[in-house]
């Protein structure tokens, strides 16, 4: 069965870090292309970070150089490391292949909430 299931959000303040977790199952992980998807209230779900399954990485510039994404094949898990958040930020997070012919469907995604 595929499933993608994302935790790790919150709320946290302005400036602050969260570390996103994507567990991945029923389908070839390892090499699939990843990538960390975001919709806030009243937008489109956006593409803010991937990796391709030799490691390399790519971000939106509204996350570059604060949001580090990674993965681990043996644990089937992609990460987004997020710092210096921003209110811009608040969204709900999800994660899937990052091209859209083989994304898989969604998960039930992660609130990240930045907020004094």
């Known amino acids: 069965q595929v499933q993608l299931v994302e935790s790790g959000g919150g709320l946290v303040q302005p400036g602050g870090s969260l570390r996103l977790s994507c567990a991945a199952s029923g389908f070839t992980f390892s090499s699939s292309y990843m990538g960390w998807y975001r919709q806030a209230p009243g937008k489109e779900r956006e593409l803010v970070a991937a990796i391709t399954s030799g490691n390399r990485t790519t971000y939106a510039e509204s996350v570059k150089g604060r949001d580090t994404i990674s993965r681990d094949n043996a644990k089937n898990t992609v990460y987004l490391q997020m710092n210096s958040l921003e209110p811009e930020d608040t969204a709900v997070y999800y994660c899937?292949?990052?091209?859209?012919?083989?994304?898989?469907?969604w998960g039930q995604g992660t609130q990240v909430t930045v907020s004094s």
């Open positions: 899937n292949h990052a091209i859209s012919s083989y994304r898989v469907p």
